[in-house]
């Protein structure tokens, strides 16, 4: 029905039924974006994803049932760009893959190089480097740095964050922004330290 839906919408879509098949499909290249069911037969949707980051770092959203928070913070913690809560319906999908879609494209007027303390990005090859060393982030973790940088000393709330980073408003008991930070700051190594969360505020890039 998703698939079908989708196609009606635009997309070209290649759908297949097991975690094993659309790991391997994947990374076969050709795809702009992946959809990931938690709960698939053979291989499900946790270990499709983190075969597939294993190797590359195609958007990924995750479907998780309404209410399983373990699921959701587990797709995030291994490379997971977003989630959607089942039942969900297929204009709702089909808006979190557009915002995506839209992110990982940047515009002509964005592609100039971001510095700041040390650290580089660069929109148009969507290249993140500390000292000349390359730091390889997902689709959605280089929105999040995206936008602190383009903020570089100021706070940036997480509501902000959410909206200009991964397209949707915040929810309550949202934790999406900070899981992604977190596993930012673990990539970032010695460079995590410009990044300071502001208790109750959000969070700020140092600006040197």
């Not at 190797?55 to 399983?68: E, H, K, N, Y």
């Not at 995206?146 to 008991?173: D, H, T, Y």
Request: with cysteine.
């Amino acid at each position: 029905m998703l698939a079908e839906y989708l196609e009606r919408d635009g997309f070209s879509v290649t759908a297949v039924h097991d975690g094993e098949s659309g790991a391997r499909l994947a990374l076969a290249g050709g795809f702009d974006i992946v959809v990931l069911d938690v709960m698939m037969p053979r291989v499900d949707g946790v270990e499709a994803l983190r075969r597939i980051r294993r190797a590359s770092r195609i958007p990924v959203i995750m479907l998780t049932a309404r209410g399983d928070d373990v699921d959701r913070i587990v797709g995030l913690e291994l490379g997971a760009d977003d989630y959607v809560t089942k039942p969900c319906t297929p204009r709702e999908l089909a808006a979190r893959l557009r915002a995506i879609l839209r992110r990982v494209q940047p515009r002509a007027q964005d592609a100039a190089p971001l510095e700041a303390g040390g650290l580089t990005l660069s929109p148009q090859k969507r290249r993140v480097e500390w000292r000349g060393r390359s730091i390889e982030l997902t689709s959605m973790e280089f929105n999040l740095l995206e936008v602190l940088m383009r903020n570089a000393g100021r706070i940036v709330s997480k509501k902000e964050l959410c909206e200009q980073a991964l397209g949707r408003p915040l929810a309550r008991f949202d934790r999406s922004v900070d899981v992604h930070l977190s596993s930012i700051r673990h990539k970032l190594g010695e460079a995590a330290a410009l990044i300071r969360t502001v208790r109750g505020m959000g969070y700020h890039l140092v600006k040197e």
